[in-house]
């Protein structure tokens, strides 16, 4: 406590909140709260240390004593699962174990980035309903429940969420490019290659061993040949089954036999013989992209059409020719069996193994797993006819195939209704965009609904940055996906952004180009005479 002369020469009191040694007998006792900390994989400059040190000075000036801390150290804030202490945290104040009164958090992005804002309400009201308050330290608002701190909250989550989409975006797009020069973008390099780290010129630094990753930015990681002993088993593979007509399980047993084993140290299997044959790297080509985790949502297993490529990047092992004739063999195989005889395996596979899956699949001896997906197009089809559903959803494939299906009638249809409307309407055969009266274009998309856990509905809009079409036709689906909802008539020049996440109400700037009925977009092509002028 210090004093100060005022203008008026009167002496005033200044209290220094910031001084440890104002306590007296006389202050009221502090209120017990919890600090919950997160050190983000996007944010690692936030550490869990500069954020503990911005809650104490927060609790000292605001009369809070710190007894317990919760710590998600290394954790992306996208969603709860995986963050064991938030997950304690909200189990120990409704389960009655919480001996505090509030929770102090660095800040709204720090409880969570979450890609619905109502999902870091949701966690903030389960605290308030036990009767623990939350307070964000370093944020410029007091969370008292007004009317301006719910607002700047909820812009607040939204904001957070929009960052992680937009550095989704940003990181697939980067790691996409690194794909199509020829660098590889993670996992181990398997049998007969290893991964060599080059600098930023192209030369080598060096060979990465197992668990090994690269330390600069500007590195890059390439495939080369491995050991020769290693390379030659390779090829001795190929011929044992493309010449000699030998199975992948006696090419295991043989390689066994003989005590070579896999580059992870492990016996082989037929599953392992078949990725040996199946695998383009072994061609040289650099391939990307056959599943994706984005924003931590579910996990997708993308179309080959959708797969991120790149070939003859590497140096080659086994010769191109080869490697088409053992891929035709593994196709050829299925071809022989009928559909109930590969579904009566396939439902001997699930009473064996318990459970199905791509490498289940190709470790028993039969059709393999991409045979499966070929023949009744898709694994998830294949599953289902034999009763059995995977532990992640992946209904979303069957939706976007049937959506692919619905594509060109619609696309027809609104062709015929601008023709309706007097207009001359174009259609290329290999893009479906259509080029109307010779003086704009336009592109047709259907968009898949996405129920949210909170019951919400979302859209995900991707605009085709490669046609830039003057219009956008944005086909909304209803949640059922089987019917149409609104439309969205989109104009290049306002676009900003190639993907667009849309709700169910999105606010003037979007909402200003929805329709229920095309007759707005229809009229664009409508054609007016004029009387010349004497």
Known sequence: MSFGASRAGVETMVIDWTSPDQDSADDPPRVRAAEYVRMSTEHQQYSTDNQASAIRRYAAKRGYEIVRTYADEGKSGL???????????????????????????????????????????????????????????????????????????????AMAGEYSRELSVKVFAGQANLIKLGYRQGGPAGYGLRRVLIDHNGERKGELRAGEHKSIATDRVILVRGPGD?????????????EQGRTEREIASSLNERGIRTDLGRAWTRGSIHQLLINEKYVGNNVWGRTSFKLKQRRILNAPDDWIRADAVFDAIVDPEMFERARQIISIRSEKLSDDAMIEKLRLMLERAGKLSGIIIDEFDGPSSSAYRSRFGSLLRAYALVGFAPEHDYRYLEINRSLRRMHPALVSQIVEGLEAAGGHVSQDPATDLLTINHEFTASVVIVRCAPVLSGSLRWRLRLDTQLNPDITVAVRMAADNASTLDYYVLPLFDMDEAILRLCEYNGLSLDAYRYEKLQPFYQLAARTEFRRAA
């Open 79 to 157: 969603n709860i699962e995986g963050r064991a202490s938030l997950q304690r945290l909200l189990s120990d104040i409704e389960g009655g174990l919480a001996d505090f009164k509030a929770v102090l958090v660095y800040d709204v992005g720090r409880l969570g980035r979450f890609q619905d804002p109502d999902e870091a309400a949701a966690c903030e009201l389960r605290c308030r309903r036990a009767g623990v308050a939350v307070h964000y330290c370093a944020e410029q608002f007091e969370n008292d429940g007004s009317i301006g701190s719910s607002i700047i909250k909820t812009v607040k989550r």
């Open 230 to 242: 290693e390379v030659l088993i390779i090829g001795d593979v190929y011929r044992q089954f493309v």
